[in-house]
């Protein structure tokens, strides 16, 4: 649970896309511990926020501050290795001929050294490294239920398998804060209910903060301790999740649908 200090403060953010106004001054402020989740309708500027929030689109106004520190201006890589901060994308991304331990463990290299060239150097300390992350791979494998078809290569794991192989991989460099775009997307319901454990697990048990977009709100909802609703790229809604699916100015614009 939050302790309610600042892990992610977005202030007056503005992104145009030509005339499309994706973002129109959107203030946020995410809170260490918490999964806040983000809803709204398609086209209502959601991963456009995402994009502003971690580099990968450039904000035509307003800041960005990690634990007070203004990244508005920081690039992709210093972000998610300074800032122990990731994203996860729409499309799931794991190497289809490595199995769930050697996905994770090069997830953990290539945050953990220094520079790629290093990730080939087999000195004690690196093999420290290496044995210290193939600990924890392990321990994800159990966390996310992937035990049973850990041994197949990626590529051959369902698609709902290979999300939790990409949210475990995620886990490996021990961030602080994820924001996750649509993580249940297209996954049967039996694999839905470990992608929410696995969420609460990493929340609860390692402290990870995180920000969802899920148009699943029934799941969302249960899964957030805050919900903030965006329209049209300006926020609706930040409350609760009781008091948000009760808000007629949400239900009008995205819920009641
Ligand atoms: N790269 C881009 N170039 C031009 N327009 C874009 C680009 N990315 C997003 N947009 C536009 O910006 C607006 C917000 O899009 P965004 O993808 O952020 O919404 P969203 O809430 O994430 O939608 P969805 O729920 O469908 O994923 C939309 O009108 C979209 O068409």
Redesign the pocket.
Known sequence: MTDGTSMLRIEGLRKN??A?A?LQGVDIEVRRGEVLGLI??????????F?CCTGL?KSDAGRVLLKGIDITDWPMNRIAREGRFLRSF?KTVVFPTLDCEENLVLAGQMSSFPNVLSTFWIGPSAKRRVSALRKRAKELIEITGLSRVAHLPAGNMSGGQQKLLQFASMLMPEPELILLD?PLAGINPILIEKVIQSIEHANRELGVTFVV?E?NTDVLMNLSHRVVV?HQ?AKLADDTPEAVVKNPEVIEAYLGG
């Open positions: 896309y030509g499309v994706a709204g309708p398609n086209g209502s500027g959601k991963s456009t926020l994009d689109q729409q649509e977009i148009h965006l790229g």
